[in-house]
């Protein structure tokens, strides 16, 4: 195993996920926000902005974060992005990497895969999970920074998924943000921080 950071240019399709899912409305207005760009600026951005990945089995990148990103721009028809490649673990079996990439907090819990076989086999195949798209809606709409915490937005999606039926979501979206931030308020962010507006609201 190997931990030398390594930047190289690669073929976007050929990345491997390590979660199961993106929030298909927020892959969507990544991809409205990348089409307002000019070709250099968009030239620029790859340059400077590496995906994070493994080197592992089967001379495969499994990138760790920047998953809706990568699908948006995948989707755009970017064929070529950088990454950084931050360990090498090929010379681990398949079994091995998964638990290794466990260990180190870089699976997605949602959905609980146990297994790399369980994790789609290309960024083309992420499947939609809207209560991912809720999060980032609700997050906007407080004005929240982006909580850094591995996976949060997952996390809160899981709990929303437990708590509000996806029909209204898809039927009432706006309902759906207020239900959400009251939930996600309530069980999470007892004490907003300054510059999220749920504060003014947790306080009136």
Do not use: N
């Amino acid at each position: 195993m190997h931990t030398a950071r390594k930047t190289r240019t690669v073929r976007l399709a050929e990345l491997q996920p390590t979660q199961r899912a993106v929030g298909y409305g927020e892959v969507r207005d990544k991809r409205s926000k990348w089409r307002a760009l000019s070709a250099e600026v968009k030239r620029d951005f790859l340059a400077s902005h590496p995906f994070p990945a493994i080197y592992g089995p089967g001379a495969k990148y499994f990138i760790v974060d920047g998953h809706h990103l990568a699908f948006a721009l995948l989707q755009e028809g970017v064929d070529e992005v950088s990454i950084c490649q931050i360990e090498d673990l090929s010379d681990l079996d398949a079994s091995r990497f998964f638990l290794a990439l466990q260990e180190r907090g870089l699976i997605c819990p949602s959905g609980a895969p146990q297994t790399l076989s369980e994790l789609p086999r290309a960024l083309q195949d992420l499947a939609d999970d809207p209560f991912r798209t809720l999060t980032a809606s609700l997050r906007r709409d407080c004005g929240c920074p982006k909580d850094q915490a591995p996976f949060a937005e997952f996390r809160w999606a899981d709990f929303l998924r437990a708590h509000l039926r996806l029909d209204s979501q898809r039927s009432e979206p706006a309902l759906a943000i207020a239900g959400a931030k009251r939930l996600i308020r309530d069980a999470w962010c007892k004490d907003p921080c300054a510059k999220c507006r749920c504060r003014e609201e947790a306080v009136s």
